[in-house]
């Protein structure tokens, strides 16, 4: 396997959109393993719309030249036309083979390394980026050593919307997604990391706001049915507030819930009187609350659970007990036809993955929804 390094740019009509499906596309080539942010530079060399621009890196089997004709067809997809002899140009989509491992190649095709990359601050900056201490063969000095070195003073500004990795494209399709699992299995962490990736804003279930939280850990008898209901208002309140808000650079929404979860706890927490009515109350409310399309269903041993709930310390947790969480886990399982009927579901067993701390662990977790997702589609 090889490494090759690939700067792209856009000047044209929705100019990040186009850096996005050409990182998306150039997955063919093998595994992203590296994605710069992304700058701003005015044309240079002519009279044209600013670009943004950026590199990546791909680990692949492909041969430099077999790299280089579908990086080409790439931008030929995506409306590029490439024209000899006609000097700068506007361009949809520009894609340039900066390195590919330690070769020097020179033919009429293919040039690696890029003849002018040393000259070009808009490359070497994204590209010191991913690759401070990358070698050039010829010149024997890293890339940050020529970026230090470079001439050009081009004003390169750092754009504000970061590009997603290619793994994250198949839930770049639904514009609400939920994530959902028993308490301590990760869901806002999984919330946030979704939401950052895809540039999306998040919803944040707004629990150390809630009175009765604590007061009902202390007597659950007593204050089950007002911490039921003022989590089902605030819920209620939160997804159509909150859903209806984005700004410039988000798109969609990552929930950490899921306003049915109210239907879940209330079976495990009223009695046989109480719940009757908070069904009802329920029903009401979430026919005209806003609906995620995809939900991320957590499984994790009521143990593994346990164990993340001390590790977090918050203090009206701690006497949580594993029968409690096991009473969650089945009332989760039970509600999932519900949600299925509702919107795609996708469970996924995390108890032996550690999304937070092994990078590969989040690769194989958003993996296994990516093969769950194409499987449904």
């Not at 081009?154 to 754009?159: A, G, N, P």
């Not at 706890?265 to 109350?281: G, I």
């Amino acid at each position: 396997m090889s490494i090759v390094y690939i700067s792209i740019g856009s000047n044209m009509s929705d100019r990040f959109g186009y850096l996005q499906q050409g990182v998306d596309a150039a997955s063919v080539l093998g595994d992203i393993v590296g994605l710069s942010s992304v700058v701003e530079t005015p044309a240079i060399g002519f009279e044209g719309s600013p670009f943004l621009n950026a590199c990546f890196a791909v680990e692949t089997a492909l041969a430099p030249a077999v790299v280089m004709q579908k990086l080409l067809e790439i931008e030929q997809s995506h409306g590029r036309s490439r024209k000899p002899g006609k000097g700068y140009q506007n361009r949809t989509l520009d894609l340039d083979m900066i390195f590919y491992d330690d070769f020097e190649i020179d033919t009429p095709q293919l040039k690696v390394p890029h003849p002018a990359m040393a000259q070009r601050r808009f490359v070497l900056q994204p590209l010191s980026e991913i690759a401070p201490n990358k070698q050039h063969p010829h010149y024997q000095k890293s890339t940050q050593a020529l970026l230090e070195a470079c001439e050009d003073n081009t004003l390169l500004s750092l754009h504000e919307m970061q590009l997603r990795h290619p793994i994250y494209a198949p839930l770049s399709s639904h514009t609400f997604i939920c994530v959902e699992g028993i308490i301590g299995c990760g869901k806002t962490t999984l919330t946030k990391m979704l939401a950052k990736k895809l540039g999306y804003k998040t919803i944040e279930e707004r629990f150390a706001e809630n009175p009765f939280l604590p007061k009902f850990y202390r007597n659950p008898k007593r204050y089950a049915f007002p911490l039921e209901l003022s989590f089902l208002a605030d819920r209620f309140n939160q997804i159509n507030d909150e859903s209806e808000q984005l700004d410039l650079f988000q798109s969609g929404f990552v929930a950490d819930y899921h306003i049915s979860k109210s239907l879940v706890f209330a079976r495990n927490t009223l009695n046989e009187d109480e719940y009757p009515l908070f069904h009802q109350l329920y029903a009401l409310m979430s026919k005209s609350a806003n609906r995620p399309t995809l939900c991320i269903y957590l499984r994790l041993t009521p143990e593994r659970a346990q164990a993340n709930i001390k590790k977090r310390g918050r203090s009206y947790e701690q006497n949580i007990g594993t029968d409690y969480l096991e009473k969650l886990a089945k009332g989760y399982d039970q509600h999932l036809p519900f949600l299925q009927q509702r919107m795609q579901v996708v469970s996924v067993d995390i108890t032996d993955l550690d999304f937070v701390l092994n990078p590969e662990d989040l690769v194989n977790l958003l993996a296994n929804i990516n093969a769950q997702l194409g499987a449904a589609g």
